[in-house]
């Protein structure tokens, strides 16, 4: 195996509603960030990868102006996952690993306030049995939060306690969108939005994009002081009917965690990228998390969650805590589909 | 039984689904500044800072360089040069002129991108290096759309020379 260590990160601030930019005016700053940040111009890169989707910005082929914010002449080697730029950060670390390149840019956006997300997203179910009852994705997050309490797996204010610990780390965080000090009494008086779910259950609807540049061996040592180096990653995908998963747990994070090797060694800082509180209880217990690991030091997802960016974001969150020294080892996750259908583990390690 | 009576209490064989989403497009803040000149029958580009190149329409970045253009616009001529043609003979929609019609690719005066457009001329007349100028709707009914301009027609100029416009063909 090469050893390919994350060595730049940057993001944009999550927002509700970017009212004037578009996907691509709010992408352009992050990558010209990241290039200040590593001294690397777009010809350094020997591939470029994005995350984002078409039915977030409601037009087909949207990815393709992404590449404006990267400058593709010369022609550049690129692709493009129609997922979370998690997973252009996988397909990146594969071609690393093939030896087809040294250095890659990769990135992700998204601007769900375009359209009605709950709907857009029930585009994703099977589109015979599901998608036709057009059930909105809070209501079946709802659902299996539904099914996580009647089986006893977890209480309304385990789930109230994950949103007031994000939210109280998210007050460090200027990227972050839902910010603050809360209590659990507090969060159990709101009103249902979606029985079980409350409001402050639900990560919010957020607009935005985050980059990041890998490196292999000693390109990344001269990049950067010291890498985050990516010790093991992998993806597991349940499939689509949801009668044949077992909701209660989180099957695929387990195994991608496993594989991934998480639990092998303490694990200092975590960031998980569950966009429902129960989400995140059930992502946490299938990383066999302790409590000497720090969950969430950014916020995670429930503080701030630009669609198509948010898992990247979690790798890149953890890497800036590696390289200041603040974690030897992390965590990070990223979801996608719908009830934590598809996961992705990512350990980081600063040795 | 009628025949519709027998299908409705037969089994189902389609269920049809309709799908649609809506969605709050914005333009973003580069074709915004574009769409709102174009109103006032100005048309707007962007010069790249690296190699001065002028897109048109004006956009956020230049996808050559990656860099970001900000907010300093060029202001172009509705003349400009043929630099490639298409006869078309099949139907189209949103298309002011009647088949036969003719597509050009026009390099506008100041510009370094060409715009796809129709051209109102004879189609034995169309040739590279033609210029031609932008005929607008009546001002009155001018909007935030490039449908401001209808089409294009030759004007009197001698042709362009084919190296004013062959990197564009």
């Known amino acids: ?351 | 039984m009628s025949a519709k009576e027998e299908q409705a209490s037969g089994p189902v064989m389609v269920l049809s689904c309709p799908i649609s989403l809506d969605y709050a497009y914005s333009a973003g803040q580069s074709a915004s500044r574009f769409l709102r000149a174009i109103a006032e029958g100005k048309l707007l580009g962007q010069r790249c800072p690296v190699d001065g190149r002028v897109y048109f329409p004006s956009r956020g970045s230049c996808p050559m360089h990656g860099v970001t253009f900000g907010d300093d616009a060029v202001e172009l001529s509705d003349k400009g040069t043929i630099v490639t043609f298409s006869i078309v003979r099949v139907p189209s929609q949103n298309i002011a002129l009647p088949l036969p019609y003719i597509t050009v690719n026009v390099l506008l005066d100041g510009a370094d991108t060409i715009l796809i457009h129709v051209l109102d001329a004879k189609l034995e007349d169309v040739h590279m290096g033609m210029r031609v100028q932008a005929v607008w709707k009546p001002r009155e009914e001018w909007t935030t759309s490039t449908a401001n301009i209808l089409y294009f027609r030759p004007i009197d100029e001698p042709d362009a020379k084919y190296e004013t416009y062959k990197e564009h063909i």
């Open chain 1, 1 to 351: 195996m090469r050893e390919v260590a994350v060595v730049g990160f940057t993001q944009s601030p999550s927002l509700r509603r970017e009212p004037d930019r578009n996907e691509i005016e709010i992408l352009i700053p992050v990558i010209e960030a990241l290039r200040k940040q590593t001294g690397l111009s777009s010809k350094d890169f020997d591939f470029v990868c994005s995350g984002s989707s078409d039915y977030l910005a409601g037009q087909s082929f949207a990815f393709v102006s992404g590449l404006d914010a990267v400058g593709a002449w010369p022609p550049v080697c690129e692709s493009h996952v129609e997922m979370d730029g998690a997973w252009a950060l996988y397909e990146a670390w594969v071609k690393i690993q093939m030896g087809y390149a040294d250095t890659a840019l990769v990135y992700g956006f998204g601007k769900p306030s375009m359209g009605d997300l709950p709907l857009t997203m029930a585009l994703q179910l099977d589109p015979y049995v599901m998608m036709p009852l057009w059930p909105d994705a809070i209501s079946i997050a709802g659902l299996q939060a539904r099914h996580c309490l009647d089986a006893g797996l977890m209480k309304p204010e385990d789930m109230a306690a994950a949103a007031v610990r994000d939210r109280g780390h998210a007050k460090s965080n200027p990227y972050a969108q839902v910010k603050g000090d809360y209590t659990v009494a507090q969060i159990l008086a709101e009103p249902f939005l979606v029985n079980p779910l409350r409001r402050s259950d639900c990560a919010p609807i957020s607009d935005g994009a985050s980059a990041i540049v890998l490196a292999a061996g000693d390109r990344a040592r001269k990049l950067c002081d010291r890498p985050a180096w990516i010790r093991g990653i992998d993806h597991i995908c349940e499939p689509m009917d949801f009668g044949v998963r077992d909701l209660g747990r989180s099957r695929s994070t387990e195994i991608a965690a496993e594989k991934a090797g998480a639990g092998r060694d303490k694990i200092d800082v975590a960031e998980l990228s569950a966009p429902f509180t129960h989400q995140e209880i059930l992502v946490e217990r299938a990383l066999g998390l302790s409590a000497k690991t720090k969950v969430n030091p950014s916020g995670g997802a429930l503080a701030g969650n630009p669609l198509m960016a948010v898992g990247l974001s979690r790798i890149g969150e953890c890497a800036t805590r590696i390289w200041s020294g603040e974690a030897d080892r992390a965590v990070a996750h990223a979801t996608s589909g719908p009830c934590l259908q598809q996961n992705l583990v990512c350990v980081l390690e600063g040795n």
